[in-house]
T-cell receptor, first 115, second 113 residues
Framework: ETGVTQSPTHLIKTRGQQVTLRCSSQ?????VSWYQQALGQGPQFIFQ???????GRGNFPPRFSGLQFPNYSSELNVNALELDDSALYLC??????????????FGPGTRLLVL | GESVGLHLPTLSVQEGDNSIINCAYS??????FIWYKQESGKGPQFIID?????DKRQGQRVTVLLNKTVKHLSLQIAATQPGDSAVYFC????????????FGKGTLLTVNP
């Protein structure tokens, strides 16, 4: 187990609604990254949060937004849900130590279904 | 654009055999690479990583090889076990201060008893 937790585990929404997904990072980690994984695909980077600020973003529209809290936990918000937003949303935590590499450890994900 | 791809979408091996999963990347600035294992209904699980200043790294029953010249890496699993059955992803960073990971589509490894 990575110590990264996500809630809820499953969620069903309808098109046009808004959703908030939550992630608690591994103890000692200061960075959270969010990924979207469509069925049969690899995870796609949404954005990363470090020190409560966005630190890099993938090719996702502004209706995907996030927050990081002082305890390093994080939220992913998606507004105006579309059918194509149905996916597994993964949170990964890591320890940013400066220039170089950081190993990202994933949570179990939240399965979102948009009807 | 940047892409990380896998040569084979599926791989079937007999229990006890060695498995080799291949991956190609396109971004020459990538300097950190990770292999993840994902079982059904779970998040990706870290297996092993390698920095660009290395060409080989070994873990427990796993070895990662990196060939920067041809932008290729591979994951070797020794004495493959039924519990190794899963989808395997390679991921590459974007280099520099951007820690975005780019994943391939994955290879489904099936281990036959």
């Amino acid at each position: 187990e990575t110590g990264v937790t996500q809630s809820p585990t499953h969620l069903i929404k309808t098109r046009g609604q808004q959703v908030t997904l939550r992630c608690s990072s591994q103890s000692g980690h200061n960075t959270v990254s969010w990924y979207q994984q469509a069925l049969g695909q690899g995870p796609q980077f949404i954005f990363q949060y470090y020190r409560e600020e966005e630190n890099g973003r993938g090719n996702f529209p502004p209706r995907f937004s996030g927050l990081q809290f002082p305890n390093y936990s994080s939220e992913l918000n998606v507004n105006a849900l579309e059918l194509d937003d149905s996916a597994l949303y993964l949170c990964a935590s890591s320890l940013k130590r400066g220039a170089g590499e950081e190993t990202q450890y994933f949570g179990p994900g939240t399965r979102l279904l948009v009807l | 654009g940047e892409s990380v791809g896998l040569h084979l979408p599926t791989l079937s091996v007999q229990e006890g055999d060695n498995s080799i999963i291949n991956c190609a990347y396109s971004n020459s600035a990538s300097d950190y690479f990770i292999w993840y294992k994902q079982e059904s209904g779970k998040g990706p699980q870290f297996i092993i990583d390698i920095r660009s200043n290395m060409d080989k790294r070994q873990g427990q029953r796993v070895t990662v090889l990196l060939n920067k010249t041809v932008k290729h890496l591979s994951l070797q699993i020794a004495a493959t076990q039924p519990g190794d059955s899963a989808v395997y992803f390679c991921a590459a960073n974007s280099g520099g201060s951007n820690y975005k990971l780019t994943f391939g589509k994955g290879t489904l490894l099936t281990v036959n008893p």
